[in-house]
């Protein structure tokens, strides 16, 4: 029963991560592959991904972790809580913004997926939805 429950977790965080990377307009795939997924996430959220490495630093690494999720909330136009829930239930929280409405601030970069994968995600999720514009002249200072 416990493998049950374990598989679960791992199965609803690989699908979440998925859509996350994708509403970032990122490839899917980038969000589920162990330490490459971290790199890309720190380079799109601080434009230097080395950056990742303080994670490693033994209690450091905590408030890393707090604080790259919160930022990844922002991003997302969510609370300082939601942030802070992502880095403590993952599953739960991703789920939310990887199925849920919540779009990439920059959401003009997010195209859904052509994969089969993908396509299964939209079937659960629905599809993600791209917003139109030009955000060339976005203040990110609001970010």
Known sequence: MKYVFELIYVVVLLAASWRVYQKMGRRGWEGIIPGYNLYTLFGILYGTPMRFLML?????????????????????????????????????FYAILGFGSAQYLDGSYAVPGEDSISQFLDKIGGPIQTVEGDYSSQDDTQL
Do not use: C, D, K, Q
Not at 56 to 84: D, Q, W
């Open 56 to 92: 490693l630093i033994p209690v450091y690494g905590i408030v890393v972790l707090v604080r790259y999720n919160v930022e990844l909330a922002h991003r997302f136009n969510r609370s300082t809580g939601f942030g802070v829930g992502m880095a403590f239930v993952p599953p739960v």
